[in-house]
């Protein structure tokens, strides 16, 4: 049974930083890629990072690049997300999530609700002065 369990979420003043991680199980580490999405409050639920199954290489969303880091600890099966010089709009509730992989050398096309297939529940993360 595959399941993701994020946690680090919480209220931090804007310029802060916080990590999010991700606990993965149940399904092949090294065939799935897993990504954090995360959903405004009256928005949309959008791509944020992604992690390779192969190497380890990254992408992430442009608004993200440079202050958001992916990574991954294959022993303990968890991803983090480190988010720095957070912003007011960076408020939401962020989401891990899995799926098989498409591309074994570039992970952006897991990026996409569509093309994952387990998701966690979710870890609130606030923006606020």
């Known amino acids: 049974q595959v399941q993701l369990v994020e946690s680090g979420g919480g209220l931090v003043q804007p310029g802060g930083s916080l990590r999010l991680a991700c606990a993965a199980s149940?399904?092949?580490?090294?065939?799935?890629?897993i990504g954090w999405f995360r959903q405004a409050p009256g928005k949309e639920r959008e791509g944020v990072s992604c992690?390779?199954?192969?190497?380890?290489?990254?992408h992430y969303v442009d608004s993200m690049k440079g202050r958001f880091t992916m990574s991954r600890d294959n022993a303990k099966n968890i991803v983090y997300l480190q988010m720095n010089t957070l912003k007011v709009e960076d408020t939401a509730v962020y989401y891990c999530?899995?799926?098989?992989?498409?591309?074994?050398?570039?992970?952006?096309?897991?990026?996409?609700?569509?093309?994952?297939?387990?998701w966690g529940k979710g870890t609130l993360v606030t923006v606020s002065s």
């Open positions: 149940g399904f092949r580490w090294d065939s799935y890629t």
């Open positions: 999530a899995t799926g098989p992989t498409l591309d074994v050398t570039n992970c952006s096309p897991n990026l996409r609700e569509k093309n994952m297939n387990y």
């Open positions: 992690i390779t199954d192969t190497d380890g290489s990254t």
